[in-house]
């Protein structure tokens, strides 16, 4: 088992990508410390709640904590961590998965859901990653794996002429995600020499989410072109527990890093059948 004995926490734990993540930790031996806003069924418009990742791990004999946190309250996060020890001890790996989107044009922006939004999607990362690290530095080991999105890519190079595709009011998620492959790199080369991996993973296709289902940007779950969710959790198992020297400092797609360990045969979607960001290519 690949984190037999280790903690883990997992932020944005309770739907999606993170639940998937979640119950493939726990099913690879590590004690799960979920974090989420929706502790409960209804407490939240969209499916999923920290209840049922945990009902659903520990009736596969795993263990796993829930604990209710909203990322975009900074203060509330060092509560988080001091609880996530409290229940198992220090923190061997950390996966920032948690993510809040609105698509909202610039000028129509309002300044506390842009507040809000950097919060969860890049403020919160750092917080968590900083807090952790005072696990991990003494140890001289551990794994943070940041999750991202092909929105990081953006619209190209300018200068721009004629009508764009794209303009669905994305620029702030695709600036944070940008904004937090970078923070990736330059924490990797931060931590190197302390023993410390940081990596940041993409899907290579779009996962129908119950966030992707809300905000229609695929008809249903399984869509053709949908990639399945187990693919980004094995990607984060992946990056958590191979060698520090085999992947720090590297922003993949869940794809792409897969079939370079051989585990998938073939790969598509985005940094195979098209590139990445240009944080992929560094």
Not at 132 to 148: E, F, H
Request: proline letters at 6%; one cysteine or more.
């Amino acid at each position: 088992m690949k984190l037999d004995g280790k903690v883990a926490l997992v932020t944005g734990a309770s739907r999606g990508i993170g639940k998937a993540i979640a119950e493939l930790f726990a099913k690879e031996g590590a004690k799960v410390v979920c974090t989420a806003r929706t502790l409960k069924d209804g407490d939240h418009p969209l499916p999923g709640s920290l209840e049922a990742t945990v009902s659903e791990i520990r009736a596969s004999g795993g263990e796993e904590t829930a604990l209710a946190c909203d990322a975009s309250d900074l203060p509330r996060i060092e509560g988080c961590v001091a609880a996530a020890r409290a229940a198992y001890g220090p923190i061997d790996v950390l996966v920032n998965n948690a993510a809040l989107t609105y698509f909202i044009p610039v000028a129509q922006f309002p300044l506390e859901r842009w507040l809000k939004s950097l919060n969860v999607n890049f403020n919160a990362p750092f917080y968590f990653s900083h807090l952790v690290l005072q696990d991990m530095l003494p140890r001289r080991s551990g794994a943070i794996v940041n999750i991202s999105s092909g929105a990081a890519i953006g619209p190209g190079r300018g200068p721009y002429k004629g009508p764009l595709a794209g303009g669905r009011g994305g620029t702030l998620y695709g600036a944070e995600k940008a904004a937090l492959e970078r923070f990736t790199q330059g924490l990797a080369a931060e931590v190197y020499e302390q023993g410390v991996s940081v990596t940041c993973v993409s899907p290579a296709q779009i996962v129908g989410t119950p966030g992707v289902l809300h905000h229609r940007l695929l008809d249903r779950a399984d869509d053709p072109r949908a990639e399945p969710v187990e693919y980004m959790a094995k990607a984060a198992l992946l990056l958590a527990t191979e060698p520090l020297d085999k992947v720090t400092g590297r922003v993949t797609y869940s794809q792409e890093i897969l079939r370079e360990f051989g585990w998938i045969d073939r790969a598509h979607g985005t940094g195979t059948e098209r590139r990445g960001s240009g944080y992929s290519q560094i």
